[in-house]
């Protein structure tokens, strides 16, 4: 299914590696079988921290005793959906009104894409979808951003180059009340900024958009790119010190041999990972769910 071909990159390397490790049929648990795991885990960018717990999960078990390759998959399965599982997380709507979603992420990590994929994904469970693109320091975003609109037929508000992010926002929303849309996505800035600036822009969009409604907006989702590995979550962090984000979006997970990241990403963020990107189109974006996430790792 989608989420296995999403991560058949991860998988190949993933088998491969934890095979290689058996060179004959079983393994005696020593320190060396230890270490070598060690390592093959740490390649998946899933973190240290991670792959050690797994490690010392399968040591306390199975130290000085001949493990088949089968047994050690099904105990780092075991352990690494431990690690993932995570309270259900589905997105928030208003309870009257517009659920106004405000999405974050650095240019160039498919932040974009993925709200063509909400946009997609909404309008597929029968919802009216308006965009908002408070992106407005790059002219490109908008204009990539007006391309799917147009493409998903859902009205998108936009505003001048250079122009205040929070009015375009404000006026989405406005919008979105006016023609009872059910879902209102605003993009955001995702340049480098200063961390100050960030702060402020973002701040202020989430400000102005939460006196239009009380409880907006009702989701802030950051958007990661998967390839780009454990550097994304020092990215994530600038984020989440910038705004109160609610939950993750990692994209391009097809991308990778390292969908580990999403372990790591787990543990160091304490957000909810809520989707994740599986290709270019519309219709690849799925729900994050942690069984059949690691499943699929190994599949
Ligand atoms: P933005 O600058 O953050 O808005 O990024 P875009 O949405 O424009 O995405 C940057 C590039 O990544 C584009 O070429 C997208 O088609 C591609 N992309 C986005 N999401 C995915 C994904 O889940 N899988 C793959 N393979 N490519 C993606």
Same mark, same amino acid.
């Given at each position: 299914d989608r989420i296995k071909q999403g991560l058949k990159k991860t998988a190949q390397i993933l088998q491969t590696d934890i095979r290689d /490790?058996?060179?004959?049929r079983g393994r005696l648990v020593d320190q060396a079988f230890l270490d070598e795991l060690f390592e093959v885990l740490v390649r998946t960018d899933m973190g240290v921290q991670a792959a050690q717990q797994l490690v010392d999960q399968i040591a306390q078990k199975y130290r000085n005793r001949v493990i088949e390759w089968s047994e050690a998959i099904e105990e780092i399965k075991k352990g690494l959906k431990d690690l993932l599982?995570?309270?259900?997380?589905p997105i928030r709507f208003a309870s009257q009104g517009p659920t106004v979603i405000m999405v974050c992420g650095v240019n160039g990590c498919g932040k974009t894409t993925t709200i063509a994929k909400l946009a997609y994904m909404f309008q597929s469970q029968g919802k009216k979808v308006l965009l908002g693109?408070?992106?407005?320091?790059?002219a490109a975003a908008v204009e990539q951003l007006s391309i799917w609109a147009q493409r998903l037929g859902v009205e998108i508000v936009t505003g001048p180059q250079g122009s205040d992010p929070a009015a375009v926002g404000h006026r989405a929303v406005a919008r979105a009340i006016e023609t009872q849309a059910d879902v209102c996505i605003v993009d955001t800035a995702g340049r480098l900024q200063t961390h100050q600036n960030l702060m402020r822009e973002l701040s202020k969009i989430h400000r102005v958009l939460g006196k239009q409604i *009380?409880?907006? *907006?009702?989701e802030v989702l950051l958007v990661l790119d998967a390839t780009t590995g454990q550097n994304g979550i020092s990215q994530a962090k600038h984020f989440s010190e910038a705004v109160k984000c609610t939950g993750l979006v990692l994209a391009k997970?097809?991308?990778?041999?390292?969908?580990?990241v999403v372990v790591a990403i787990r543990q160091q963020m304490g /957000? *909810?990972?809520?989707f994740v990107g599986v290709?270019?189109?519309?219709?690849d974006l799925l729900p994050f769910d942690a069984d059949s996430f690691v499943d699929a790792m190994f599949a």
């Open positions: /490790l058996f060179k004959t599982r995570q309270p259900e997380s693109a408070a992106d407005t320091f790059r *009380p409880e907006a *907006p009702h997970l097809d991308g990778t041999a390292k969908g580990g /957000l *909810p990972v809520k290709g270019e189109k519309p219709e």
